[in-house]
């Protein structure tokens, strides 16, 4: 049975730093995409960033960029997020999701860490 795991969220200030883990087993994920969403409350799950697993071509939304940074670590079949000069608009529960390559469906998500990020 496929699992993620998040780890690494917490309470920090702003222009602080986190870093996030998804720690998938059950498989690993050649020809896949992991992503990380986040979902505040109120709002609305949004696309935060992603890492093609074979290659490591990566992407980010624009409110992220220059200030998170996702890896993967093929030993560990680990992606990381790693967010710098944090800020409060960046709080929300962070999930990971993989998919196939070029397909729009999701096989599988985390259970979710949760970032705030104090003024």
């Known amino acids: 049975q496929v699992q993620l795991v998040e780890s690494g969220g917490g309470l920090v200030q702003a222009g602080g730093s986190l870093r996030l883990s998804c720690a998938a087993s059950?498989?690993?994920?050649?020809?896949?995409?992991v992503d990380w969403f986040r979902q505040a409350p109120g709002k609305e799950r949004e696309f935060v960033a992603a890492?093609?697993?074979?290659?490591?071509?990566?992407d980010y939304t624009d409110s992220v960029k220059d200030r998170f940074t996702i890896s993967r670590d093929f030993a560990k079949n680990t992606v990381y997020l790693q967010m710098n000069s944090l800020k409060p608009e960046d709080t929300a529960v962070y999930s990971c999701?993989?998919?196939?390559?070029?397909?729009?469906?999701?096989?599988?998500w985390g259970q979710g860490t949760q970032v705030t990020v104090s003024s």
């Open positions: 999701a993989v998919k196939r390559a070029g397909t729009s469906t999701y096989d599988y």
């Open positions: 059950g498989r690993t994920f050649s020809d896949y995409r």
């Open positions: 890492i093609w697993w074979t290659g490591g071509s990566t």
